[in-house]
């Protein structure tokens, strides 16, 4: 299952297949099944042997998520500070309700500074995984494998340092 918190309270579950090297793999529309049930319909691009693709197939109803800003702070510069700081904190908590054990991808952003004068610090109590998925700067993921039943909790946060003088916009 794949879920992205941020961009809404849902996992997908998704199939990668690994082509066989055999001979290739024509384009064209597959019937997906889960659990032989019809969940719908997907398209195979044209694979030759040995090629990798991914099918998802529809919101993962068996698992939980919930996403939340635990904190959130911002100071202005004054007579002893010269610059502008905002903290943020996230909360992200993914329970799995299947029978069996499931692996699960978390998928977030940092803020990513283009500017040395913009100073953005992350901090995890639990690291990605990955960073800069598929070379997105600023996207991080966290894999792992949830047991039947388990729950977890990701903390995550940063914090951006500005000079006062600076306007920039830290919306993401």
Do not use: C
């Not at 793999?25 to 030759?48: K, N």
Request: charged share 25%; proline share 6%; glycine share 6%.
């Amino acid at each position: 299952s794949r879920t992205v918190p941020k961009r809404g309270e849902k996992a997908y579950l998704y199939a990668k297949l690994v082509m066989p090297r055999t001979s290739p793999i024509l384009p064209g529309q597959v019937s997906l099944f889960r659990d032989s049930t019809f969940v719908g319909t997907g398209r195979f691009p044209q694979l030759a042997g040995g090629e990798e693709n991914e099918l998802g197939f529809g919101q993962d109803v068996n698992i939980r998520v919930k996403y939340a800003v635990a904190e959130e702070k911002r100071s202005e510069g004054g007579i002893i500070s010269s610059s502008k700081t905002e903290a943020k904190n996230f909360r992200i908590t993914v329970k799995s309700l299947h029978q069996r054990p499931i692996a699960v991808t978390v998928i977030d952003q940092q803020p990513v500074s283009l500017n040395q004068e913009v100073k953005v610090e992350f901090s995890s109590k639990v690291q990605p995984t990955r960073k800069d998925v598929e070379d997105q700067r600023g996207i991080l993921a966290w894999d792992f494998t949830m047991q039947p039943d388990e729950e977890r909790v990701l903390e995550f946060g940063h914090r951006i340092t500005w000079p006062s003088a600076k306007q920039i916009d830290v919306t993401n």
